[in-house]
């Protein structure tokens, strides 16, 4: 687990160029004697190896990540979420002739949103993949040790204005400055922030300005994020952020296109039931309880591609210590910690949690139904 981990760590290759990544994690489960099928979805780097048990029973999938960030590398510890799975399929592959229903190792690229039509699990959701299992699990860095935390539904989109030079024989005071309207957009908002729900949060950043001081810039573009603690809230938000633009656009001449960048995050449904399976094994597989506790519930800022699954499937996301105490992801302290002895262990120590979790729930009928009965509460 250690050298796979480490070795994709280097490749930290972004989302739907996994090439490397993907393929390293593929042949190691088709030698433990999973029946891999890649390319699914249309998604040249998703895949989808299968163990099958010994008798009839639950399907049980744990999902595997492996992009990294620009700039930064594998700063959210993709490399370890990847290698976790690998290892959970290690420890239930062991045990295959007492295994009970089905085991998924599913590949799930582009996490990360900054890739276009990032979301990869997203895409592997609407094309039915997920309706063949009865449950879902994965581990992800955080502090402490935890079942899994909430997340917030997220538009990843961009706004692109236009505007125009002066025709030939006209003065220059005659055109539309795009910057203008971007400008202006950006107050508006910050206006608007007074008159939605204070756990919104809209993210911005200049993706495109002019060429220089002295060219009018006719195209400006600005990229966004929306997230909130419900997809409903997000929409109404993102039409509001819309009404801002259109207003900016109308009153410096100049025109506003919406488009979305990534697949849409819906927000994490939690499952108490999996969450409290996922904690009793990591007391099992030895982790002291100082290091173990709740995961943080608010506020967080975070968003990921798993939310659609949670609303549909039991599922979880648990969290594995992988550096120093009050580690931030994203940063170039994370990007260290993702291959170090701490970054291992928590990889390890999730690897053999999941595989607890999922053999407790393919033995024990109640345990699924109960696990059925959160999801039905919480939606």
Known sequence: MTEVADEIHGYAEFGYEEVRSSALLAAELRGQGLAVTTGVADLATAFDAVLEGAADGPAVAILAEYDALPGLGHACGHNLIGAAALGA??????????LRGRLHIFGT???????????GKVIMHDAGLFKKVDAVMMVHPGDPFSGGGPSLARDNFRLTFRGRRPAVGRPRWD?????????LTQA?????????????VIQWMIEKGGENPNIIPVESVARMYVRASKMDTVQHVVARVMDCARGAALATGGEVEYRRHAQLYDEVVLNPTINRLFTQALRDVGVPEDELGEAPTGPVQHSNDMG???????????RIIVGPRGLVMHTKEATEATNSPAGHRGMVIGAKSMALVAWRLA???KLMEQARRDLAAAT
């Not at 290690?90 to 002739?97: E, Q, R």
């Not at 690229?109 to 979301?119: S, V, Y």
């Not at 508006?188 to 919104?200: G, K, Y």
Request: hydrophobic fraction near 40%.
């Open 109 to 119: 690229p582009a996490e990360e949103g900054f890739r276009p039509n990032a979301g």
């Open 363 to 365: 033995n024990d009928p």
């Open 308 to 318: 659609i699954i949670t609303k549909n499937v039991p599922s979880m996301s648990g």
């Open 188 to 200: 508006a908002i910050n206006v608007l922030r007074q008159h939605i729900p204070p756990d919104v």
């Open 89 to 98: 399929a290690v420890g239930l592959a062991a045990v295959k002739d007492r």
């Open 175 to 183: 055109s539309v400055d795009s910057q203008d309207a971007m400008m």
